[in-house]
């Protein structure tokens, strides 16, 4: 299912490489497209949005609800 995620606190690409790894631990199948930009994350993913979500914030990322 795709699941978009508003995350703030990324300004670069190391933070955007976290935020991958991170959803990645959860689901290595998961397809990661990142708009920096706009704070967007967006996941395809099986998983729930909960656990991804929580994957974001204790990479020390804020998630919005």
């Known amino acids: ?7 703030s606190g990324m300004t670069c690409g190391h933070c ?3 935020v991958m790894r991170a959803v990645k631990q959860v689901d290595p199948n ?3 497209k990142i ?3 706009l704070g967007k994350v967006d996941v395809v993913s099986e998983q729930s949005r909960e656990l991804l979500a929580k994957a974001i914030v204790e990479e020390g990322y804020e ?3």
């Open 1 to 7: 299912m795709n699941q978009t995620f508003t995350v």
């Open 16 to 18: 955007e490489k976290a």
């Open 30 to 32: 998961a397809e990661i």
């Open 35 to 37: 708009d920096r930009s």
């Open 63 to 65: 998630v919005a609800a």
